[in-house]
């Protein structure tokens, strides 16, 4: 039988209703009876059988088999039943907002009903031939409460605005989940972005990561220390952004602890902004697409840059607190309809629906040298003494005319590998390509470096970025790259244009990327 077995798919699917219920017998018998399978019945997404036997949990393809026991399904007026779990603001308005333009584009209707306060439910029917297509099922709960949900098995996909904490990875593994740490099992679907925020009457208009990272832990009390009022400080917190995936372990607390005891800590971002709002010394940690009246600060840096929270910053992630909006999936087979919307949900079509939301879209803007002023100015007033005035001349010979597109590209902590948002820009640049979007122009990948290190070998390692990432993007493409159409090219600058103060770790990791200029062929 292990070996009739084997000529099945074994491998993880996930659950779905109409026909998840208690597990009941099953057995599935090929068409001439040779081989017979039994177990518990666990689930059928139209395509496939999976079930729990002796030899573990079995996904069997249904065109290959008969059904016989109590646990069968009744086939009639099936339909795919997909379960979101996740971030409250995003299961909300985001995931809604795509759906609902998912199923125009296949010309389905919705129909959206709450069946309570935290879930809703979004039917798509083919109206044409009177058939349910699918239901959408999205619960507004939290990153931490949707990877619960994921492990286990009461939601099918997870919206989060972090990565994946190193429990919650264990977690998965062990329940059978597979590796969510595998770019397979995330797609980033939208951009935010963290934001400081304060009482609109607060006279703070900046503060710089370290300064945060001193009133979230305790060592900052009072508003005098970092150029405000004489009053204490009370600091608020989304409890989520405790977790070891968040841009705030990640960028401010670093391996600090929180003060728990002076910190508030909260499960509803409402609560959060409500707080701020009655007390004029209250700041917390916000988000571009939530808003409330409060007033966002800026992050400066001890050598004089300042960064606030921008859609184009956060595009190329400039902002230091970017924040991807991540799907999470199971490495389990998907039934079609789900495959089917997350191909569209990562495409340029999508990107289109979300720049309608309060969320940053990925679409593709164009930057004029003009727009870049400021940059330049910065270059030479922070220009080391290493960097020289020609080179500074080289760059802006090298980009004087051309535009910048916002998609930037940077790789994680300590790695030559690309960071979730970059692995997406590849591809969302790579579709472009291909639609001949750029067709006729010269597209140059420009590498920087920080100011850490000899100059000259600088300049040759942000080359070695420039060309890691336009490999990546002409792999992404394969054959459907036409050297005729469109101009490939690599350039290396160095430290020549830093972003932020290279004297913090942050500012360190923003001037090291790879940006996108384009020009038109001559």
């Known amino acids: 039988m292990l070996k009739s077995v084997a000529a099945f798919a074994v491998t993880l699917l996930l659950l779905f209703a109409p026909f998840v219920a208690t597990a009941q017998d ?18 059928f997404d139209g395509e496939f059988y999976r079930v729990e036997t002796d030899l573990g949990v079995l996904t069997v393809d249904s065109s290959g088999v008969r059904c016989e026991g109590p646990g069968c399904p009744n086939l009639d007026g099936y339909y795919a039943q997909i379960r979101l779990s996740g971030d409250a603001k995003g299961t909300r308005t985001l995931m809604p907002a795509l759906i609902s333009a998912f199923a125009l584009r296949n010309g389905y209707t919705v129909a959206t009903s709450a069946l309570s306060e935290s879930q ?21 709960t939290s990153a931490s409460e949707g990877f619960a949900d994921l492990v286990s098995e009461n939601t099918d996909l997870v919206l989060s605005m972090r990565k994946v904490a190193p429990k919650e990875l264990d977690l998965a593994r062990q329940a059978g989940v597979g590796d969510l740490s595998d770019p397979r099992r995330a797609r980033v679907v939208a951009l935010d972005g963290l934001v400081p925020v304060v009482s609109r009457s607060n006279l703070v208009e900046s503060l710089s990561l370290s300064e945060l990272a001193e009133i979230y832990t305790g060592h900052v009390e009072n508003w005098e220390a970092v150029g405000g009022a004489d009053a204490p400080v009370a600091a608020h917190l989304m409890r989520d952004d405790l977790e070891e995936g968040s841009e705030f372990r990640r960028m401010i607390l670093g391996r600090a602890q929180v003060d728990e005891e002076r910190v508030t800590l ?76 997350l191909a569209y949900a990562v495409s340029p079509a999508a990107q289109i629906v979300v720049a309608r939301t309060d969320f940053v879209d990925q ?64 591809h969302l640049l790579a579709e472009l390509l291909e639609a001949g979007v750029y067709d006729g122009q010269i597209l140059t990948f420009a590498g920087f470096s920080d100011g850490q290190g000899e100059a000259a070998i600088n ?27 469109v101009s490939l090219r690599a350039e290396g600058f160095g430290e020549a244009m830093p972003l932020a103060c290279d004297d913090i770790a942050w500012g360190r990791s923003l001037n090291r990327r790879v940006e996108v200029w384009l020009k038109p062929r001559r």
């Open 266 to 341: 909260h499960d509803r971002y409402e609560a959060l902004v409500a707080a701020i709002e009655q007390d004029p010394y209250a700041i917390g940690l916000g988000r571009m697409s939530e808003g409330g009246a409060v007033k966002p600060v800026g992050l400066s840096g001890a050598c004089g840059f300042e960064a606030r929270a921008m859609g184009a910053d956060v595009k190329s992630e400039d902002y230091p607190l970017t924040r991807p909006v991540f799907l999470y999936t199971p490495a389990r087979r998907l039934p079609k309809l789900a495959r089917e919307f």
């Open 459 to 485: 300049k040759t390692l942000s080359k070695r970025r420039a060309q890691t990432v336009m490999k990546a993007v002409q792999q992404a493409m394969g054959e459907a790259f036409e050297a005729d159409r």
């Open 26 to 43: 099953v057995n599935l018998l090929s068409r001439d009876g040779s081989i017979a399978i039994s177990g518990n019945f666990l689930s």
């Open 120 to 140: 809703r439910s979004m039917v798509l029917t083919d109206a044409e031939n009177d058939l349910t297509v699918g239901e959408f099922l999205l619960s507004d």
């Open 363 to 426: 679409g593709v803007d164009e930057l004029s040298f003009r727009d870049q002023g400021r940059r330049f100015a910065n270059a030479i007033a922070h220009a080391g003494g290493e960097i020289s005035l020609e080179d500074l001349q080289g760059v802006t010979s090298a980009l004087q005319g051309a535009k910048r597109l916002t998609l930037g590209f940077r790789f994680e902590d300590g790695s030559t590998k690309l960071d979730a948002q970059s692995r997406s820009n590849v």
